[in-house]
């Protein structure tokens, strides 16, 4: 019995799906759902713990800027989400906005990479914080493992999903740049989105840094701003950083100057139906959002091998006492 038409039109849609970009990024954003749901169930049967510290120097107006930090940022995320949330409603689908803020929150599972091997990153023990998962990812092993924590109101988490801030700053920057200088070639918009970008960064780090929310602890000192002190800039964070998050500023640029779909969500209009084109757009972007952190990660690891040792005049209350300093 030969199929019907509408059947054989089906499974041939189907197949062609199966070949475009949204299908690729929306399974690669399957696996990175996957291990992250691995890792995190994994640490979370073996117990949640907030551990406790004391006895260090941080003063009364600095423990309440990092409490302030943590509102501010959370509320900000939160005021991204309903905006990408009505946006998306408006659009009536998954804006590429909201597809790579998804994917930016969800690879927060990947936080520890950064401290893979050394530790590159310490943060203050007086932020809300939680016992690391990094012993459930394969081959994590740092100095000092057990003194590792994950602040998901800074630096995990919410700092995570709020890179979308750095793509709208550099997307709105090329946006105005093409309407005011229409005869300016591609390279030197691109040029001018990605300084943009490193400068927001650095920024954007400043503040965090000063306000006392985490340190870089093994940079690499020719490199780096502020060399020797605890309130140092590596330069490849913010070098790194504007790597990932400029492809996506200018998939955001290319959509609104010439109508182009982004890059990821190419083919999802071949899905049977609206709902199953939205879950393949926000799928793609968990893929995209993971792969581009996973990236970013991996360069300031390899960074972190040529960096240290760490600044001594890093706060006590950047590390727990009595456990010496993750050289």
Same mark, same amino acid.
């Given at each position: ?15 062609? /799906? ?12 399957? &696996? ?15 117990? &949640? ?23 501010? /940022? ?7 989400? !309903? ?83 750095? &793509? ?9 740049? &093409? ?99 939205? !879950? ?48």
């Amino acid at each position: 019995m030969s199929r019907s038409p509408a059947l054989s039109a089906t499974a041939a849609t189907t197949r062609r /799906l199966r070949t475009t970009p949204a299908f690729r990024w929306a399974l690669t954003g399957t &696996v990175f759902t996957a291990a992250g749901a691995w890792v995190l169930t994994g640490w979370a049967v073996a117990g &949640v713990t907030s551990p406790a510290y004391g006895g260090d120097s941080i003063s009364g107006a600095r423990h309440t800027a990092v409490v302030a930090a943590q509102v501010l /940022l959370a509320t900000v995320l939160a005021g991204c989400a !309903v905006h990408l949330i009505r946006s998306s409603l408006r659009c009536g689908q998954v804006t590429l906005s909201a597809g790579i803020t998804l994917g930016f929150l969800l690879s927060s599972w990947q936080s520890p990479l950064l401290n893979y091997h050394n530790v590159t990153m310490v943060v203050n023990r007086h932020l809300v914080h939680v016992n690391s998962w990094g012993p459930y990812i394969p081959g994590w092993h740092p100095p000092r493992p057990e003194a590792q924590i994950e602040a998901p109101l800074t630096t995990t988490g919410v700092g995570f999903g709020l890179l979308i801030l750095c &793509v709208w700053a550099q997307a709105v920057f090329g946006l105005k740049l &093409v309407e005011r200088f229409p005869r300016w070639r591609p390279p030197r918009v691109l040029a001018a989105v990605i300084g943009l970008g490193i400068v927001t960064d650095i920024l954007l780090e400043a503040a965090l840094i000063n306000t006392g929310v985490f340190s870089y602890a093994h940079a690499w000192r020719p490199a780096t701003l502020f060399a020797g002190h605890w309130y140092n800039i590596p330069l490849s964070a913010p070098f790194t950083a504007t790597a990932v998050t400029t492809p996506f500023a200018v998939m955001w640029i290319l959509e609104r100057t010439r109508g182009t779909v982004p890059r990821i969500y190419r083919g999802a209009e071949l899905a049977s139906t609206a709902t199953r084109q939205n !879950v393949v757009r926000a799928l793609a972007g968990v893929g995209a959002g993971n792969l581009a952190l996973l990236v970013y990660l991996a360069l300031n690891v390899l960074c972190g091998l040529i960096g240290g040792p760490q600044p001594g005049d890093t706060p006590s209350y950047m590390w727990p006492a009595g456990t010496g300093w993750p050289q």
